[in-house]
């Protein structure tokens, strides 16, 4: 096993945190970060006994800047972020290099019709560039994070976002 690639996510809830039950919270939780932290423990002893390998966990815009009707979500990925640089330099001396994705907005099959809507369409107008991204926006980042060229990036967090960050 050379690389892992987490990639999990569901959307938030669309209620304040005062609506959401225990079982909401710790859903997303388990979807979020535990499931990564489980898929690392997984291959990690593979990677350590061929000389290191490359995870690349896809955590969220949401894990550096918030947005309202969604904590559990914001949390999970801010969870999955500090978990990502806390691998990262547990595991650096088995040369085993991990680093997190934070896309922006990406249109998918979960939220198609959503971006479609009146809402969406408002929250797409006040984009910075007023598009979202498709999955396939993300793949230069993710082979370069996956690539042995990038063997001295180690417990980056990199943004994908078509500028949301930046303003």
């Known amino acids: 096993i050379d690389v892992l690639h987490n990639n999990v996510g569901g959307q938030g809830t669309g209620r304040s945190l005062a609506n959401i039950t225990l079982d909401d919270w710790n859903e997303m939780m388990a979807l979020n970060i535990t499931s990564a932290m489980l898929s690392c423990r997984q291959v990690v002893p593979h990677m350590v006994r061929q000389g290191g390998g490359a995870i690349v966990n896809i955590a969220s815009i949401l894990g550096l800047r918030t947005i309202g009707q969604v ?28 680093n997190a994705i ?65 303003f």
């Open 71 to 98: 904590a559990p979500y914001n949390a999970s990925k801010a969870g999955l972020i500090h978990l990502t640089r806390a691998l990262a330099m547990e595991w650096a001396r088995y040369n085993i290099r991990i």
């Open 102 to 166: 934070c896309p922006g907005y990406i249109e998918t099959e979960i939220n198609r019709e959503y971006f479609h809507s009146e809402g969406g369409k408002k929250l797409v107008d006040m984009l910075p560039r007023k598009r979202v991204g498709k999955p396939e926006d993300l793949d230069g980042l993710m082979l370069l994070l996956a690539a042995d060229e990038s063997r001295f990036i180690n417990g980056a967090i990199m943004t994908a976002d078509d500028g949301m960050a930046a």
